[in-house]
């Protein structure tokens, strides 16, 4: 925090907190006739508030300066991060250039399909597109299984409601 603002905030407070005093005082004296005593009071209890207001304005001084050095320190912060991207990138085109990328040394899986793999895939294959031959040409009953189509039992079909 800012030298101004810590100055400020508590010039302020105690500036308002003494306020209290002479407008006591000029109570007790308003309440006895005494003018003149109560036209001192006031005067030194508007000599506060007008210090309370001087150091309000200096709390808002050291604020702003506060505000200017934190945005200072971001765009500090945010040029070394700027830094050290470009350092990093270089780096990994210096390694790619090299032939060092980051998946030299990386290790893959193989898999090896055996003979009755092949075949058990062919298989499966061969039966998978004749079930579906078999699905284009049927049609299901009420049950939800397959029946034979209309066309192939040779019979027709009354479809009005």
């Given at each position: 925090m800012n030298v101004k603002t810590m100055e400020g905030l508590t010039g302020a407070s105690a500036s308002i907190q003494m306020v209290a005093t002479p407008m006591s005082v000029a109570k007790e004296a308003?309440?006895?006739?005494?003018?003149?005593?109560m036209k001192r009071a006031l005067g030194y209890a508007a000599g506060l508030t007008d210090q309370a207001e001087a150091y309000s304005e200096k709390t808002s001084e050291?604020?702003?300066?506060?505000?200017?050095?934190?945005?200072r320190q971001e765009?500090?912060?945010q040029e070394e991060l700027i830094q050290a991207r470009k350092e990093e990138r270089e780096e990994q085109e210096k390694q790619i250039e090299?032939?060092?990328?980051q998946w030299?040394?990386?290790?893959?899986?193989?898999?090896?399909i055996s003979e009755e793999g092949r075949y058990?895939?062919?298989t499966d294959e061969v039966s998978s597109t004749a079930a579906a031959d078999t699905l284009a040409d049927g049609s299901y009953n009420e049950f939800?299984?397959?029946?034979?189509?209309?066309?192939?039992?040779?019979?027709?079909l009354d479809v009005s409601v």
């Open positions: 308003e309440s006895k006739g005494d003018t003149e005593k050291g604020m702003k300066a506060d505000a200017k050095e934190a945005k765009k500090l912060l090299a032939g060092q990328g030299e040394d990386a290790v893959y899986d193989s898999v090896e058990q895939a062919q939800g299984e397959i029946a034979a189509a209309a066309a192939q039992t040779g019979e027709n």
